[in-house]
């Protein structure tokens, strides 16, 4: 008998790609430092990091990105922030190659508190990151 099994993450978001849609049900991510985080609680929306700000969009990560992405941007850095949304639940979130031709979800509006299903804390081990208590399968 044939298994089947759930498709890959970019299967998915290739597929979403050619057919002009965005994955749906796909929880996204997004990293920030702690000063960061503390903008987005004060005002309750944020532009994002200085590098969203100067792109013109908010940089999110799936699941299978986030450990590229830490090691790239967030090298060495502890007391990082995980935030967590779902990404149909975002019109202006839109899916572009970045990395590799990868697709990206990009936000293309503030970021807005009211919109984060989870957040965490992300540790520094000294040579790698640590994800908060029970995200290790995000």
Partial sequence: SRRSTPPSTQWILTYAAIRGTTPREMRVFKVLRVEEWAELCA????????I???DGYVHFSTAAQLTETLARHFAGEGSL?????ESEAAPAMTWEPSRGGALFPH???????SDLTDL?????DGSGHNLPEGWNDV
């Fill in 43 to 50: 005002s309750g929306t944020s532009a994002g990091a200085a």
């Fill in 52 to 54: 969203d700000r100067v």
């Fill in 81 to 85: 922030i995980l935030l967590s949304r």
């Fill in 107 to 113: 936000l293309y509006a503030p970021m807005k508190l």
């Fill in 120 to 124: 965490g804390e992300i540790g520094w």
